[in-house]
C-alpha cells in the first residue's frame, strides 16, 4: 500500500509540475506570443479609420462640413491583418497572404503623404478597396467599372452606376495594372481620392494592412 500510495504521489506531483511549467511559460511568453501573431498576420489588429467619407458606406463618415476635422475625426476602428504576413524560413515567405479582388487595404506611400498634407494638414495613410490586379483591363463606361470586359458586381458602393474616371483612367479609355501595383477605389466613388487621380496605381509593397473581402 505504502509503495502504491508513493507511486501515485510521484506521478500527481509530476502531473502537477507539468502545468506549473506550461502555466509559467504561457505567462512568460505570453506578450511575444501575442506580437508574433500580430506580426505575422494570423492575428487582426485594429486599425483606425479617419471620418473623411471615402469608404462610405462599409465605414462611417464624419458630421462635420470641413475637410480638416472629417481627417481628424475617428469614426471606427477597423481589425486588419498585416500585410504580407507570413513566416520568413531562409529566405522563403511561408504563409503569406495574397491581396485579392474586393480586398479593404491601409497603404501609405510618397503620394499618399503628400495628397493627405495637402489635403487635411497632415501626413497619412489610405484606406481603399482593390478592384484590380496585375494584368487586369480596366476600364470606366457609363459610370459602371468594367475588368477584363466584364462589368464588376459591386454591392458594397455607396451608389450604384457611380464610378466616374479622373486624371489618370478617364472615361472610356482601357488601362492594363503592371506588374507589381493595385487599382484602388474607395466605396463612396464622388468622394474618394483613389487611383482614377493623382494617386494613380499603388505599388503592393506599400500595403500595410488588409481585410479580405473572403471575410
Same mark, same amino acid.
Given at each position: 500500500?505504502?509503495?502504491?500510495?508513493?507511486?501515485?504521489?510521484?506521478?500527481?506531483?509530476?502531473?502537477?509540475?507539468?502545468?506549473?511549467?506550461?502555466?509559467?511559460?504561457?505567462?512568460?511568453?505570453?506578450?511575444?506570443?501575442?506580437?508574433?501573431?500580430?506580426?505575422?498576420? $494570423?492575428?487582426?489588429?485594429? /486599425?483606425?479609420?479617419? !471620418?473623411?467619407?471615402?469608404?462610405? =458606406?462599409?465605414f462611417p463618415?464624419?458630421? +462635420?462640413?470641413?475637410?480638416?476635422?472629417?481627417?481628424?475625426?475617428?469614426?471606427?476602428?477597423?481589425?486588419?491583418?498585416?500585410?504580407?504576413?507570413?513566416?520568413?524560413?531562409?529566405?522563403?515567405?511561408?504563409?503569406?497572404?495574397?491581396?485579392?479582388?474586393?480586398d479593404i487595404?491601409?497603404?501609405?506611400?510618397?503620394?499618399?503623404?503628400?495628397?493627405?498634407?495637402?489635403?487635411?494638414?497632415?501626413?497619412?495613410?489610405?484606406?481603399?478597396?482593390?478592384?484590380?490586379?496585375?494584368?487586369?483591363?480596366?476600364? $470606366?463606361?457609363?459610370?459602371? /467599372?468594367?475588368?477584363? !470586359?466584364?462589368?464588376?458586381?459591386? =454591392?458594397?458602393?455607396a451608389k450604384?452606376? +457611380?464610378?466616374?474616371?479622373?486624371?489618370?483612367?478617364?472615361?472610356?479609355?482601357?488601362?492594363?495594372?503592371?506588374?507589381?501595383?493595385?487599382?484602388?477605389?474607395?466605396?463612396?466613388?464622388?468622394?474618394?481620392?483613389?487611383?482614377?487621380?493623382?494617386?494613380?496605381?499603388?505599388?503592393?509593397?506599400?500595403?500595410?494592412?488588409?481585410?479580405?473581402?473572403?471575410?
Amino acid at each position: 500500500l505504502i509503495i502504491i500510495f508513493i507511486c501515485s504521489m510521484k506521478r500527481i506531483l509530476t502531473i502537477t509540475f507539468i502545468i506549473l511549467f506550461f502555466y509559467l511559460f504561457v505567462l512568460l511568453l505570453r506578450p511575444n506570443i501575442y506580437y508574433l501573431l500580430v506580426n505575422t498576420g $494570423f492575428l487582426a489588429e485594429e /486599425v483606425r479609420i479617419s !471620418g473623411t467619407g471615402s469608404m462610405y =458606406p462599409t465605414f462611417p463618415k464624419s458630421s +462635420s462640413e470641413y475637410d480638416i476635422v472629417r481627417a481628424r475625426d475617428i469614426v471606427a476602428s477597423a481589425k486588419m491583418r498585416r500585410y504580407p504576413g507570413g513566416i520568413n524560413l531562409w529566405g522563403k515567405q511561408l504563409f503569406s497572404y495574397e491581396i485579392g479582388y474586393g480586398d479593404i487595404v491601409e497603404f501609405e506611400n510618397d503620394k499618399t503623404k503628400s495628397i493627405s498634407l495637402a489635403k487635411y494638414g497632415d501626413q497619412a495613410g489610405f484606406v481603399k478597396r482593390v478592384i484590380a490586379l496585375a494584368g487586369d483591363k480596366l476600364e $470606366f463606361r457609363d459610370g459602371y /467599372v468594367y475588368r477584363n !470586359g466584364a462589368v464588376m458586381d459591386e =454591392p458594397y458602393t455607396a451608389k450604384p452606376r +457611380s464610378t466616374y474616371g479622373g486624371e489618370i483612367l478617364a472615361d472610356c479609355q482601357v488601362l492594363t495594372v503592371p506588374a507589381g501595383k493595385i487599382f484602388v477605389l474607395g466605396d463612396n466613388r464622388k468622394a474618394s481620392l483613389d487611383s482614377r487621380h493623382e494617386l494613380g496605381l499603388v505599388d503592393k509593397n506599400d500595403t500595410h494592412f488588409v481585410i479580405s473581402w473572403k471575410d
